[in-house]
T-cell receptor
């Protein structure tokens, strides 16, 4: 099935560092969502974006809906150990209610 | 806690068998979605139900079927199981089927086919 391309695939960073990851598609999307999945758990919604160019924050997390509507970015500032997990982007195209998920970015934070 | 309940949490079975996974959506949510997540893979959309009716199908095998009952809970039936069916199966719910709705996920059912 179709998936969105996320990069990087994995990140190993030190506590306190900032993190950036992105999600790209060959198709235009009208909704972008970012989820975090902890081991053995279901994905939890972090941020939802509905408009091209939109920039939305949730605590130390900031996400942007790309101007081309074919990409989205997630930044985490001042990372902490509990940020560890897999981050998934998800997008929804016009006239469909199927949410397509990215391949995931696995984040590891070292103290 | 997302409010979406999935049972069982773990399921171990043999090839050729049939299993049923159950999902109770959040109170008030009419839409239920099923996703499959294989090892180190993203989430693959299987099927979507809205208020008891099938709305969309993804890459769901013919051996798999689902339904949503009048009380809005849903069941995913997997039959003639194969080793490759081992995966995490997630259910998600949302208020209604609309292009800007957010999905809330359950904790998943880990299926192991031996």
């Amino acid at each position: 099935g179709q998936q969105l391309n996320q990069s990087p695939q994995s990140m190993f960073i030190q506590e306190g560092e900032d993190v950036s990851m992105n999600c790209t598609s060959s198709s235009i999307f009208n909704t972008w969502l970012w989820y975090k999945q902890d081991p053995g758990e279901g994905p939890v919604l972090l941020i939802a974006l509905y408009k091209a160019g939109e920039l939305t924050s949730n605590g130390r997390l900031t996400a942007q809906f790309g101007i081309t509507r074919k990409d989205s970015f997630l930044n985490i500032s001042a990372s902490i150990p509990s940020d560890v997990g897999i981050y998934f982007c998800a997008g929804r195209r016009d006239n469909t209610d199927k949410l397509i998920f990215g391949t995931g970015t696995r984040l590891q934070v070292f103290p | 806690d997302s409010g979406v309940t999935q049972t069982p949490k773990h399921l171990i079975t043999a090839t050729g068998q049939r299993v049923t996974l159950r999902c109770s959506p959040r109170s008030g949510d009419l839409s239920v979605y099923w996703y499959q997540q294989s090892l180190d893979q993203g989430l693959q959309f299987l099927i979507h139900y809205y208020n008891g009716e099938e709305r969309a199908k993804g890459n769901i095998l013919e051996r798999f079927s689902a339904q949503q009952f009048p009380d809005l809970h849903s069941e995913l039936n997997l039959s003639s199981l194969e080793l490759g069916d081992s995966a995490l199966y997630f259910c998600a719910s949302s208020v209604r089927s609309a292009t800007n709705e957010k999905l809330f996920f359950g904790s998943g059912t880990q299926l192991s086919v031996l």
